[in-house]
C-alpha cells in the first residue's frame, strides 16, 4: 500500500498585519497569494476570515488534483494580502 503525503499549507497574515496593523477577521471578501506560483490572487466568495482559510486549503488542494500546481511540493505558503 502506497501512502499519499498530503501537503503543507500554511496560511498567514503577516502581509495583511503589516499593511493594516491587525490580524484579519470578520466578513468579506478574502484574497490570498499562494508563494512561488504564478496564479496571482485567488479570491474568496464573502465569508468569514475562519472560513477563507479553510476555503483556501481546499482550493490550493484543488489545484494539486487538476495539475495547476505541483504535486511534487510539499510545502505551500499561502499569504492573505491587504
Given amino acids: 500500500m502506497t501512502k499519499t503525503n498530503k501537503p503543507v ?14 490580524p484579519p ?8 497569494d499562494v508563494k512561488g506560483s504564478t496564479l496571482g490572487l485567488l479570491w474568496t466568495p464573502a465569508m468569514t476570515y475562519s472560513d477563507a482559510k ?11 488534483a487538476d495539475g495547476i500546481l505541483p504535486a ?3 510545502y505551500f505558503d499561502v499569504s ?3
Fill in 54 to 64: 479553510v476555503w483556501i486549503k481546499a482550493k490550493v488542494r484543488a489545484l494539486i
Fill in 25 to 32: 477577521r470578520g466578513w468579506g471578501t478574502w484574497a490570498f
Fill in 80 to 82: 492573505a494580502q491587504p
Fill in 9 to 22: 499549507i500554511d496560511v498567514d497574515a503577516n502581509d495583511f498585519i503589516r499593511s493594516h496593523g491587525v
Fill in 72 to 74: 511534487h511540493v510539499t
